[in-house]
């Protein structure tokens, strides 16, 4: 039946509509008119139903365009709030960065930027740090001085990456005098972008690509580099086939030695 206004009997009762005027009064009047919401289409429910009718639809969510780069809409955009732009929501000037109802985020320009200082994790499954870089070899004996005992360097080259937990290094090194090293001392190689893990019994191997102007014990003898548990140096051991490996001494580099190697450590 229809529902009056006390005040203004005579008036048509409410209609169904797919607008929301205000009526002529306070209140809900007989001259107001009622939204209806529709799954689908809104001006589906109200044009059919004549004064008097009722009808039942399911709400119908409010839905904001998406964000996109230079005016477009991107499926599954990522939102960035830009402060210097009216303290607002922004898109994109160039392609946007997107993530699945699966929770997979995709690059389509642009660059994962990690702190300065890694923040450690102890997640097993979290990448909490990236960084790559240079960094210089040096020679030192048992004092571990590599710059004090007057050494001369021709060649000290390195680079590094990070990623987690894992190192992965480059060098070149290669010397014009020993200075005043000891020769019968130990050979290490100074100068690692991060110290290796404490571990217990951890040996981290690198391998020496080519080796030049080294006093080795014999035509067939060959080096090989690593980092123990906790050292900050590469050390290196000889191997001559005979008498198994031995320690590589200062002389055994020799003053005009070139050792080129890669690998990767933990930390």
Known sequence: MNITNPTSFGIPGLTLTTSNAEGTGNGVRTGASIALFDTTVVASIGTSNTTGSQAVA?????????????GTVVDEAIARFDGTAGSAVQGYSSLSPTISDAGIISLTSGALKFPATAIAS????????YEEGTWT???????????????????????YTKLGRVVSIQGVLEMNSLGSLTTS???????????PSTLSNLRQS???GRGAGLNLPAAYASVSL???????????????GTGGGSDFLISEWSASGRIEFAGSYIV
């Open 58 to 70: 399911s709400r119908r969510d409010h839905v904001h365009a998406g964000i996109g780069g230079a």
């Open 122 to 129: 102890g997640d097993a499954n979290t990448l909490d740090d």
């Open 137 to 159: 070899p040096q020679l030192a004996d048992n004092s571990g001085d590599g710059t004090g005992e007057s050494q001369g360097y021709a060649t000290q080259v390195g680079t």
């Open 185 to 195: 001392q130990n050979a290490r190689i100074l100068g690692l972008p991060f110290a």
């Open 206 to 208: 690198f391998a020496v």
């Open 226 to 240: 690593a980092t123990r548990d906790g050292i900050s140096y590469i050390e290196g051991k000889v191997w001559d």
